[in-house]
């Protein structure tokens, strides 16, 4: 499976606005779809948010109206616009993606995200 990295965390204010990145060694063409999940200190891992390659998307219902999933086949990237930050979206973020309808076992290092003033 092609290796996924995560990357664009950090420290924002609440109500604030960050774009996570997920850069694929290969074509993430080759992935049928591909996610975002998260994971708070002392929580399990969730899921974020689902692109498709057969047109369907997912999103936590906590983060409708202010996440954003989307994938660049040229860049091998995937994307997770975040806007309207709360402290509760804090967690470390992980991107996945599944071949032959497969999720990933390795999620990686992921990318922290701290939601606080």
């Known amino acids: 499976q092609a290796q996924l990295v995560a990357s664009g965390g950090g420290l924002v204010m609440p109500g604030g606005s960050l774009t996570l990145s997920c850069d694929a060694s290969?074509?993430?063409?080759?992935?049928?779809?591909m996610a975002w999940y998260r994971q708070a200190p002392g929580k399990e891992r969730e899921l974020v948010a689902t692109?498709?390659?057969?047109?369907?998307?997912y999103y936590l219902d906590s983060v409708k109206g202010r996440f954003t999933i989307s994938r660049d086949t040229a860049k091998n990237t995937l994307y997770l616009q975040m806007n309207s930050l709360k402290p509760e979206d804090t967690a470390v973020y992980y991107c996945?993606?599944?071949?032959?309808?497969?999720?990933?076992?390795?999620w990686g290092q992921g990318t922290p995200v701290t939601v606080s003033s």
């Open positions: 692109v498709t390659n057969v047109g369907g998307n």
């Open positions: 290969g074509s993430i063409l080759r992935f049928n779809a």
């Open positions: 996945n993606g599944a071949i032959n309808h497969r999720w990933s076992t390795d």
